[in-house]
């Protein structure tokens, strides 16, 4: 030892006039790689630490769902507790520290709607944001992660910071519901505390508020005074809350309305413009109808909005309206650069007119161009494999997306010289007409549909290994695959009538096994030749670890629920599913046009996407079994809608960048 530091010194002594990092380049050298592996270690040790504190905090967060059974008591006396929403979210604000006046310091741009909203959200945030603006975006349901539902400055919130608000409304809440009949706010109504007490603490110049479910008796509508008011295109959802009518849901939407506080509408059908209008009036603000996109003056060439589909034009037309109205607001626009050229009167109300357009500058034109928003008209490429996702759940968003997806797989199917297949993924949740969804996606001329509850896996699956939260108390496992069940048979009971009504030749098909026309959750039927000759197909199963709905476990790892009531995530080890072909599940239905076609249940997103993916996707770890016509297939194109939450759940397994 002494003789080792006698050389250093030496060594030292003879590169005194040398730079110190000359002198220690060879003891760096050979230091690096263990300081590394140190460094590394301690990375591994802090994300671990993180990603634990995270999923207490899920978990503390998940306390505050209300179960199934209680749900339904509530829904009995939903009609006299809905105006105390807005009263209890004063109350709990105030536990936590926050005033109205703080609130209203946060020049709040708020949107309700039922199609569009996040999309016009994510455009206002993306607008201000390139204006320079710190912006605040609170929005749900989130895809893969809660923290997700924050965004500041177009990210959304670390974990760390998630953490530490968190418990810093929580325990406060916490700390004084002893004094207050033990009252704590349900699931989406604490998350809307965070927001405002994020966005404070942010200093942010901006908060985009994101309407759950309604509007009148929202969690989000204690701000009383926003800057700028938004309503997006109307229809029918939600309508065991909201009403029956579409003037009821219209009148719940403009609730958000406040004295003074300018307020805009995407074009609407008469009978909710009316609604919209007297609303208007009766609060005592000015509405205006947002313009025609094409009617903006845009300098130089076309450009492209940053989220897929036609719809995102009449959102992007709302969206400038409500940043503009904003920024006036704050005194940072002049009225005489707004050279407004349509300020006329919508047909059948003389004082309601059509909002003014104006000339885009770059800044306008690069947030228009570089929002996103995930889940809607997104596209996810692999090898040979693509998933279309789109969360359409209402009549109006699935007509889009059928449009959307015919036109960007056919470009794509045409620029592949082999066979390429089309499966749907599909699932819808609570009081939707699932057979109003299904019809207008029959005529994408899907090889194989794909049917599964928004569970991303069950306790046997083998990928359920990442900080996740969606978990769903809201309803029971059970009712999640009654339903999925059911929108299987709402399908194969549309197939059938396409055949008889569409003069198409339908297969004679007998089930001469006289078992039930189902096993394991795939439609079982013999199958005589089809129409080109070929004799039926045979497909080998998932075993009963992979797909069987029955499984012995009651713990689900991950589920969603609608809008409001939201969902939160819980990450869990499971075991690993295998395929096999060891038991035949019987040959499929088919259309005599097509021998491919397939109904199929699976009790997971993952076991649902390990078939529609066919074993393409590097993320989908197991081995599987499948058709010989499906597996030589070139190219497989899956489209996942129906729910934005069934969305999520695949984005957090195919994902690269949740892996």
Known sequence: ???????????????????????????????????????KKIDVNKKYEVCRKLKECVKTLNTLQSNAQTLEKTRLTRDKLAPLHVPNMVKWASRVGITLDDIDRLKVIHVSGTKGKGSTCAYCESILRHQ?????????????????????????????????????????????????????PAYFAFLTLMAYNIFLKEQT???????????????????RKPAVCGVTSLGMDHVSILGNTIEKIAWQKAGIFKPGVPAFTSPQCPEALKVLHERAEEKGCHLEVAPHFSSYERPGEKFKLGIAGHMQK????????????????????????????NKVAVNGHGDLGVAKSFPFNQSLINGLVECKWLGRNQTIKKNNLTYYLDGA??????????????????????????????I????????????????????????????????SYTTSSSAGKRCQDITNMTVSKETQLQKCQHNM????????????????????????????????????????????????????????NCNNSNSSSDHVD????????????????????????????????????????????????????????????????????????????????????GSIHLVGGVLGIVSDDYN
């Not at 060879?26 to 460094?39: G, H, S």
């Not at 259309?591 to 989908?620: E, K, M, P």
Request: hydrophobic share 30%; with cysteine.
């Open 1 to 39: 030892m002494h003789s080792f530091i006698c050389s250093i010194l030496r060594y030292a002594s003879r590169n005194r006039h040398h730079k110190p990092s000359e002198i220690m380049s060879p003891l760096v050298k050979t230091c690096v790689p263990f300081a590394t592996k140190i460094t």
């Open 132 to 184: 320079g603006f710190k912006t605040g975006f609170f929005s749900s349901p989130h895809l893969v992660e809660v923290r997700e539902r924050f965004q500041v400055n177009g990210q959304p919130l670390s974990r760390e910071k998630f953490v530490d608000y968190f418990w810093d409304v929580y325990n406060k809440l916490e700390a004084t519901k002893e004094h207050n009949n033990e009252s704590m």
């Open 205 to 223: 110049d901006v908060a985009i508020i994101e309407v759950g479910i309604g509007g009148q008796y929202d969690s989000t509508n204690l701000v």
């Open 314 to 341: 009449v959102n992007a037309s709302l969206a400038l309206q409500l940043t503009r109205s904003w920024m006036k607001s704050q005194g940072v626009l002049k009225e005489e650069v707004m050279n407004g050229v």
């Open 393 to 422: 759940h209402t009549l109006e968003s699935i007509q889009q997306c059928v449009d959307w997806f015919q036109k960007h797989s056919k470009r794509e199917a045409d620029g592949i010289s082999g066979k390429v297949i089309k």
């Open 424 to 455: 749907l993924l599909f699932n819808t949740t609570g009081d939707r007409d699932v057979t109003q969804l299904l019809r207008p996606l029959m005529s994408c001329g899907f090889d194989g549909a794909v049917f599964c509850p928004n569970i």
């Open 489 to 544: 048979e709402t399908w194969k009971m549309l197939s059938l009538a396409k055949r008889k009504y569409g003069e198409i030749e339908e297969v004679d098909s007998q089930n001469d096994s006289g078992s039930s026309p189902l096993k394991n959750g795939v439609h079982r039927n013999n199958e005589n030749n089809c129409s080109n000759g070929t004799s039926f197909l045979k497909m080998s199963r998932l075993t009963e």
């Open 558 to 641: 991950n589920s969603q629920s609608h809008d409001n009531i939201d969902q939160s995530k819980q990450n869990n080890t499971a075991s690993s599913s295998s395929c096999t072909d060891s038991q035949d599940l019987g040959t499929q239905k088919q259309l005599s046009t097509n021998c491919d076609n397939y109904f199929v249940n699976f009790s997971c997103i993952y076991d649902a996407l390990l078939w529609a993916s066919h074993g393409r996707d590097q993320n989908l770890k197991d081995p599987c079994n499948l058709p010989a016509q499906i597996q030589e297939a070139d190219h497989v194109q899956v489209l996942v809608t």
